[in-house]
């Protein structure tokens, strides 16, 4: 499996931004794709998660700014992300669980106050 992360950049307080994740290659389904994010000098932490079913599962930070989705394929997921924060500011990881875990490549979001 092949993760293509994009959307990442630069924008000030208040501003938007939005994530895509597109997974590729073979597999028989995608039980979850979400997004995690390390800031700098913390730990990797959950962003927003949504399962095969459509259930979503968002960290208490973000919840009512972020909202997590899935094209009809459900292989491409998509991180809208309002009113952006400085505490935002991290690289933004895609992962995705088939019959095993991928990460994709880190994106990088900034946000200016």
């Known amino acids: 499996v092949q993760l293509q992360a994009s959307g990442g950049g630069s924008v000030q307080s208040g501003g938007s931004l939005r994530l895509s994740c597109a997974a590729s290659?073979?597999?028989?389904?995608?039980?979850?794709m979400g997004w995690y994010r390390q800031p700098p000098g913390k730990q990797r932490e959950l962003v927003a998660v949504?399962?095969?079913?459509?259930?979503?599962n968002y960290a208490d930070s973000v919840k009512g700014r972020f909202t997590i989705s899935r094209d009809n394929t459900k292989t491409t997921a998509f991180l809208q992300m309002n009113r952006l924060r400085p505490e935002d500011t991290a690289v933004y990881y895609c992962?995705?669980?088939?019959?095993?875990?991928?990460w994709g490549q880190g994106t990088q979001v900034t946000v200016s106050s």
């Open positions: 949504i399962a095969g079913g459509g259930l979503t």
């Open positions: 992962r995705v669980i088939t019959d095993r875990l991928y």
């Open positions: 290659g073979t597999f028989r389904s995608l039980n979850s």
